[in-house]
């Protein structure tokens, strides 16, 4: 087997295994939080001081695979996880849980930046798309199996999971360790580069580069889903009185989707167009998608309305992530570390402007996302084509 093939199968494979891991403890803490003594807002805060330590922290572990290599900094990211999910299942106290998901926020957001330059210094510019996208696939179908494990598990003990998805932690660990070679070579890597925490003018500096309008679509990609995910099961309970059973065959069907279009579709599609127009187009049907989402009526067209939607929007990260790979006139670390503090903020930000919204309205979200995308396609299809 050609080697460049082989270390794309095993980095492919460790971010299915992780993401099963992380995947897996997803339906549980709703009910670990109740178990012990927590309410609804102690899980929004849960879920939004993950993504702020990612924002904070993984251009810190960008910037130090640009100067250790990507491997070391893929098996700190794979111990910083394994050790937070220890903690989850240890946990008998509130500040427990938000001392685990920090400590997971902080330390895991090491992989994706890593994995990605991984991908960057691996790849042709041609591959990269493709590339980007087996990477986004690898990381959707990790999360589609692993809550059904999950729920499983849960039937155990509300711990078990979390057991499980550390040792799935140390089981990606070692198949790393062993398997995957060092794709920054010594020649290439940043030995006196400054690494200091991420601060907030940096990142408002790189969209100024050649980066930021890729920077700005992965924004969008992650923000437009946040707030689809984010308020679904809500519209769908109070316009269709669906229940748990309805919504999750429905978000099921969207993560087969999500990591089916990332995997299969977006490497033939970025290769034959390119980027500029997988993103504009992308973006123009991620509006049709949430439009769609509004005017369905029944099951199965919401089912078809929401796989049509994830599947455009699925489109937009690999995407952006090749753009920023490729324009990126520094190093491929730090540029997908600043990239994934884009995605953060849209992880942060989506699902608190969904939720304030649907109060006033429960259309509201998904004519925003309308809205902001409508425009989003209209600046990105002049930048790319005056």
């Not at 939720?355 to 649907?358: A, P, R």
């Not at 309308?370 to 409508?374: D, Q, S």
């Given at each position: 087997?050609?080697?460049?093939?082989?270390?794309?199968?095993?980095?492919?494979?460790?971010?299915?295994?992780?993401?099963?891991?992380?995947?897996i403890a997803m339906?549980?803490?709703?009910?670990?939080?109740?178990?012990?003594?927590g309410?609804?807002?102690?899980y929004?805060?849960?879920i939004?001081?993950?993504g702020?330590?990612?924002?904070?922290f993984?251009?810190?572990?960008?910037?130090?695979?640009?100067?250790?290599?990507?491997?070391?900094?893929l098996?700190?990211?794979?111990?910083?996880?394994?050790?937070?999910?220890?903690?989850f299942?240890?946990?008998?106290?509130?500040?427990?849980?938000?001392?685990?998901?920090?400590?997971?926020g902080?330390?895991s957001?090491?992989?994706?930046?890593?994995?990605q330059?991984?991908?960057?210094?691996?790849?042709?510019?041609?591959?990269?798309?493709?590339?980007?996208?087996?990477?986004?696939?690898?990381?959707g179908?990790?999360?589609?199996i692993?809550?059904?494990?999950?729920?499983?598990?849960?039937?155990y003990?509300?711990?078990?999971?979390?057991w499980?998805?550390?040792?799935?932690?140390l089981?990606?660990?070692?198949?790393?360790?062993?398997?995957?070679?060092?794709?920054?070579?010594?020649?290439?890597?940043?030995?006196?580069?400054?690494?200091?925490?991420?601060?907030f003018?940096?990142?408002?500096?790189?969209?100024?580069?050649?980066?930021?309008l890729?920077?700005?679509?992965?924004?969008?990609?992650?923000?437009?889903?946040?707030?689809?995910?984010?308020?679904?099961?809500?519209?769908?309970?109070?316009?269709?009185?669906?229940?748990?059973?309805?919504?999750?065959?429905?978000?099921?069907?969207?993560g087969?989707?999500?990591?089916?279009?990332?995997?299969?579709?977006?490497?033939?599609?970025?290769?034959?167009?390119?980027?500029?127009?997988?993103?504009?187009?992308?973006l123009?049907?991620?509006?049709?998608?949430?439009?769609?989402?509004?005017?369905?009526?029944?099951?199965?067209?919401?089912?078809?309305?929401?796989?049509?939607?994830?599947?455009?929007?699925?489109?937009?990260?690999?995407?952006?992530?090749?753009?920023?790979?490729?324009?990126?006139?520094?190093?491929?670390?730090?540029?997908?570390?600043?990239?994934?503090?884009?995605?953060?903020?849209?992880?942060?930000i989506?699902?608190l402007?969904g939720?304030?919204?649907?109060d006033?309205?429960?259309?509201?979200?998904?004519?925003?996302g309308?809205?902001?995308?409508?425009i989003?396609?209209?600046?990105t299809a002049?930048?790319?084509?005056?």
């Open positions: 087997m050609n080697p460049k093939n082989k270390n794309m199968i095993i980095l492919i494979i460790s971010l299915i295994v992780v993401m099963m891991g992380y995947g339906p549980v803490l709703p009910f670990y939080i109740e178990s012990l003594g309410s609804g807002v102690h929004g805060f849960l939004a001081s993950y702020v330590m990612q924002l904070i993984a251009p810190v572990w960008g910037s130090l695979s640009d100067k250790y290599g990507r491997k070391p900094i098996l700190a990211g794979l111990i910083g996880l394994g050790m937070a999910m220890s903690l299942a240890l946990a008998n106290k509130l500040w427990l849980l938000y001392a685990a998901q920090m400590l997971s902080s330390l957001s090491a992989t994706l930046p890593a994995a330059a991984y991908v960057g210094d691996s790849t042709t510019r041609e591959e990269r798309g493709g590339a980007m996208g087996k990477i986004g696939g690898a990381i179908l990790g999360i589609v692993g809550p059904g494990i999950g729920g499983m598990l849960a039937s003990s509300l711990a078990t999971p979390f499980i998805a550390s040792g799935f932690c089981l990606t660990f070692l198949i790393i360790l062993a398997g995957l070679p060092e794709s920054l070579t010594k020649e290439n890597r940043c030995e006196d580069l400054d690494i200091c925490f991420m601060q003018r940096g990142l408002w500096q790189a969209l100024f580069t050649p980066i930021g890729g920077l700005i679509v992965a924004f969008m990609a992650i923000f437009s889903q946040a707030i689809f995910s984010s308020i679904f099961g809500l519209y769908a309970l109070t316009r269709f009185n669906y229940g748990p059973e309805q919504v999750g065959t429905i978000l099921m069907a969207m087969l989707m999500y990591a089916l279009a990332q995997g299969l579709v977006v490497g033939p599609i970025t290769k034959r167009f390119g980027e500029h127009k997988v993103i504009s187009s992308a123009l049907g991620t509006t049709v998608g949430f439009a769609l989402i509004l005017l369905a009526n029944t099951f199965l067209t919401i089912l078809a309305a929401v796989s049509c939607f994830i599947m455009l929007s699925s489109l937009l990260k690999p995407s952006a992530l090749a753009f920023v790979s490729k324009n990126t006139v520094g190093n491929q670390g730090k540029a997908m570390g600043i990239t994934e503090s884009y995605m953060s903020l849209g992880r942060i989506g699902p402007w939720g304030m919204i649907f006033v309205n429960l259309y509201y979200p998904y004519l925003s309308i809205l902001l995308l409508l989003m396609f209209i600046a002049s930048f790319f084509y005056h």
